[in-house]
């Protein structure tokens, strides 16, 4: 077999592409997803059209304009849109190359250096790696930090103490989105888990129809350019696609906290959650920081590994929308050195499809220390 693949959306297998194109959401779809997650994580949970709403739902409802949350310095652009929309100042802690996240040195540096008190914390579990949540609860009681969990990269994930990921925070925000650990294409929930300070509304407009037809075609679209690969029309095809708006890259879908998600996707996300399918046992996804990254990219390309789509290649991503979040470089610079060396694969590649990948990467290593 040709082990040639573009990342395009190879994630879906053929029944996941048919569930997605043909599954019929009942408005019982979505309170079943409902039930199901206030169970699970003990709480009121809202669904939303996708993960960024949930995020900026779930900071309505515990703080009030002008407050500092803590961000992980590492992170997609959803995490600052949530924060933006809902009025807060976002303050950035520098990450650690063990696990991408904040520590409690980067924390407590943090707290010094900021002109106000921040009042709340996001811990994002970057790319399913747990932080030391026994250290960080007990550093945010300390100093009167609200916890917020996005469980974007780790649904299902334990942390150290043994305890589900999203039953820690006052309030847990999930995402359905491309490559997340529940995709469905798009999506999210809200889990409100203590008494909120405001008051939140549940979407109640229903979800767009491009956003709906988007979210069904996605898949057998990456399969068609993924077809068309070897003779250099997939790539044309899939730049086609998004410039018509048919394939919307996944930092572009709209914040919105008043659409509802769409029936069929609730009904899938359910499904997966219930089974983790992609998640809980695997790291979202399994990364390396090597020297000439570059020459690395293309020595996978050879094989037949395409990992263009990275994450994160600025430390808050995707590049175009970098600038505007003015971030603060110098008081990061983990943060900016592992942006600019890390390679990572997504997880949905069985380790031995990935055993020749992790050969080539391994002769370019960045060593601790270096
Ligand atoms: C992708 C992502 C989200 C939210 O994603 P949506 O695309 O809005 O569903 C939130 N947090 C992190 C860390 C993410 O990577």
Redesign the pocket.
């Known amino acids: 077999m040709k082990r040639y693949f573009l990342g395009l959306a190879a994630n879906y297998d053929a029944e996941d592409r048919r569930a997605q194109l043909f599954s019929l959401g009942r408005d019982e779809d979505r309170t079943d997803l409902a039930k199901f997650l206030e169970r699970k994580y003990d709480g009121k949970a809202i669904l939303t059209k996708?993960?960024?709403?949930?995020?900026a739902l779930a900071l309505k409802a515990y703080f009030k304009e002008g407050d500092r949350i803590i961000v992980?310095g590492f992170?997609?652009f959803?995490?600052y849109e949530?924060v933006k929309e809902v009025g807060l100042v976002p303050v950035f802690a520098d990450i650690t190359r063990k696990d991408l996240n904040f520590s409690i040195e980067t924390l407590e540096k943090v707290l010094k250096m900021s002109e106000e008190k921040p009042r709340g914390i996001i811990i994002?579990n970057?790319f399913g790696n747990p932080v030391d949540i026994e250290a960080i609860e007990k550093f945010a009681k300390e100093n009167d930090l609200v916890i917020i969990e996005?469980l974007?990269?780790a649904t299902g994930v334990r942390y150290p103490d043994g305890r589900e990921v999203g039953t820690v925070g006052v309030a847990t925000?999930l995402?359905?989105?491309?490559e997340?650990s529940i995709d469905t294409i798009?999506?999210?929930a809200v889990i409100l888990r203590h008494p909120c300070l405001n008051e939140i509304e549940a979407p109640s407009k229903a979800p767009k129809l491009s956003d709906h037809l988007r979210a069904r075609f996605y898949p057998t679209f990456g399969a068609a350019c993924r077809a068309l690969s070897h003779i250099h029309l997939g790539g044309v095809l899939m730049k086609i696609l998004i410039k018509i708006h048919w394939v919307e890259r996944?930092?572009d879908?709209k914040?919105d906290c008043e659409r509802k998600i769409s029936k069929f996707e609730a009904r899938l996300a359910l499904r997966q959650i219930k089974s983790l399918k992609r998640s809980g046992e695997v790291p979202l996804r399994e990364f390396y920081l090597v020297k000439e990254r570059d020459l690395v990219l293309k020595k996978l390309a050879e094989k037949g590994y395409y990992f263009g789509g990275f994450?994160y290649e600025k430390p808050v991503s995707p590049e175009r929308y970098y600038k505007k979040v003015h971030f603060p470089e110098k008081e990061c610079p983990n943060a900016v050195f592992i942006s600019e060396h890390i390679i990572n694969f997504p997880n949905y590649y069985t380790r031995r499809i990935l055993e020749p990948a992790r050969k080539i990467v391994q002769d370019y290593l960045i060593k601790e220390g270096e």
């Open positions: 996708n993960g960024r709403s949930a995020l992980n992170t997609c959803a995490v949530a994002q970057t996005d974007a990269h925000a995402s359905f989105g491309k997340k798009s999506g999210g996944s930092a879908n914040l994450w």
